[in-house]
């Protein structure tokens, strides 16, 4: 699992004649040209109101075990749309839970997981690097050789070991995909500070006394807003794999508590029989990444200073 592309992205403001005030609107129109990027907005809409809405929307408890939910053989139930009953949607696992109530509530998992992991790693990211990026000599060699060391490691093993280290929660997950995933970001923010402390509003600024905390703040980072939006769609996808990964491999959010990853992980030992308790989880994680790609790369588009030329 890499990091998202995002060397498309430019720092610049809107081009010679776009106001501030009419630039997000004329992101938003050439966003909605987009049909893929639309597509994208709309599933990922759809999944965040279902996530919300799990409470409400599920027929059952996701830990509740049926005494009927699995068949004399001991085998879980399929899907019971075929028969014309709405008992089971998508059938039962292997002790008897229902599947579709427990997918509604592994979206809760999945995508509070994927946000704030991704606002952690974008926060941390966005500091180390800008702050490596303007401050320059002694900060910026220590912050990005901290940040070449931590790269140096294989992303899931790392963030394996330090889930194995601690006890395996919700918590400790979103902190540990946060604390491992920042360096991408970092590494991106890093090249665009070079460039934009060069550039003659930050020039002006410190011939006019301001201080060099306030610079950055002020004036570099809304610069930088279009690269931060872009990997905070991004990012989520990449975070929501690597919950669902840490799950599957038993480290991740802990039983009984529902999670995509889990359940294709406790329902393989049925893929043959019950084909259903892989093929759902693994088909929810595919159109959450899906979806997030899509509104991710139409983001990028839309937010390119070469593209913005164009409009």
């Known amino acids: 699992m890499g990091a998202p592309a995002l ?50 929307l599920a027929p059952y408890d996701p830990a509740e075990q049926f005494r009927d939910g699995l068949t004399p053989a001991g085998q879980p139930l399929p899907s019971t749309l ?6 089971f949607l998508l059938g039962t696992d292997a002790v ?17 997981v994927g946000v704030l992991a991704n606002l952690l790693t ?3 990211g966005t500091l180390l690097g800008a702050t490596a990026g303007y401050w320059g000599g002694w900060v910026e060699t220590l912050l990005m050789r901290v940040t070449d060391m ?15 280290i601690l006890k395996p929660s919700m918590g400790i997950i979103i902190a540990v995909i946060g604390l491992v995933y920042w360096t991408w970001i970092a590494r991106v923010i890093y090249g665009q500070v070079l460039i934009l402390r060069e550039r003659e509003f930050v020039t002006a600024a410190r011939a006019l006394g301001t201080p060099r905390r306030r610079i950055l ?3 570099i980072l809304p610069h930088l807003l279009p690269t931060v939006i872009v990997w905070g769609t991004l990012g989520i996808a990449t975070n929501v794999m690597l919950e669902a990964s840490l799950s599957y491999l038993g480290i991740g959010v802990q039983p009984p508590v529902p999670s995509w990853g889990g359940m294709i992980q ?4 049925y893929y043959r029989t019950a084909p259903w308790l892989v093929v759902a989880p693994g088909v929810a994680i595919m159109l959450t990444v899906l979806a997030f790609n899509l509104l991710g790369d139409g983001l990028r588009d839309a937010l390119d200073p070469i593209q913005r030329g164009r409009d």
Not at 18 to 47: C, F, K, Q, S
Not at 82 to 87: A, D, K, T, V, Y
Not at 96 to 112: E, K, M, N
């Open 7 to 56: 060397s498309s992205v430019g720092v610049a403001p809107a081009r010679a004649g776009v106001t501030p005030m009419a630039y997000w609107p004329l992101v938003w129109r050439r966003l909605r040209r987009d049909r893929a990027a639309v597509a994208g907005l709309a599933l990922v809409a759809i999944l965040a109101l279902l996530a919300l809405a799990a409470p409400w």
């Open 82 to 87: 075929p028969e014309g009953s709405l008992r």
């Open 96 to 112: 008897g839970r229902d599947l579709f109530s427990r997918l509604l509530h592994g979206a809760r998992v999945s995508l509070t």
């Open 122 to 124: 974008v926060a941390i």
């Open 150 to 164: 931590m790269m140096a490691f294989p992303t899931l093993l790392l963030a394996m070991a330090l889930v194995a």
């Open 217 to 219: 703040l002020a004036h």
């Open 266 to 269: 406790q329902g393989q030992a």
